[in-house]
């Protein structure tokens, strides 16, 4: 593979790209444990995008090789293949793994509520991230959840540990599965 594109995104900031279709998409950990929020949109009809819904029914609640991101209904379209992880996905000892399909995207008021910081959540970062495409906060949905560690209690309470076994250098490729007949015969999401 050639190298087409190279991005550093800096903790609390987002960046929004077009993956074409031949190409993957690597997202890495240069310095070790960080979380990344991760939407999809096709790019020719942007309310298709990622259903994390969809994808825990069809695939599983933590993705990995060979498993499949889903758009959401009515498409419900496979939009990406994970087809490298680098991750050991050893589960802790309460049963939580890596890569998560349960948990929402945080946002400034829930920021507020769980860490008493009034700072921009994932919410508002993805907002940023996609208004040079002409999208606003109202596209902005249910991430996967990438290097985040989650799990769910026995309350049926979803939980979030620290992703200790996060190293710097792991990564997770995605190789676009949807491609579109429009003009943008060759883009996918």
């Not at 790209?17 to 939407?39: F, H, K």
């Not at 029914?57 to 758009?71: D, Q």
């Not at 992880?85 to 309460?94: E, K, Y």
């Not at 979803?158 to 200790?164: G, N, V």
Request: glycine content about 8%.
């Amino acid at each position: 593979m050639q190298l087409v594109e190279e991005h550093i995104v800096k903790k609390h900031d987002g960046m929004a790209v077009i993956v074409r279709g031949g190409q993957l998409l690597r997202l890495t950990q240069p310095e070790g444990p960080q979380v990344i929020d991760l939407n999809l949109f096709s790019l020719d009809h942007p309310w298709e995008h990622l259903g994390s819904s969809v994808t825990r029914r069809r695939e599983t609640i933590h993705p990995t090789t060979g498993n499949k991101l889903w758009s959401r209904a009515p498409w419900e379209r496979p939009m990406v293949e994970i087809t490298d992880d680098t991750m050991q996905h050893r589960l802790s000892s309460t049963g939580a793994a890596t890569h998560d399909m349960l948990s929402g995207r945080c946002c400034q008021v829930s920021r507020i509520d769980r860490y008493g910081v009034d700072s921009p959540g994932c919410q508002e970062i993805l907002t940023e991230a996609i208004k040079p495409f002409g999208l606003d906060g109202d596209y902005v949905h249910d991430p996967f959840n990438v290097f985040m560690r989650t799990g769910l209690g026995a309350d049926g309470r979803t939980f979030w540990e620290d992703p200790f076994d996060v190293k710097p250098g792991d990564y997770i490729d995605l190789r676009p599965c949807l491609l579109y007949t429009s003009d943008a015969a060759d883009d996918t999401p």
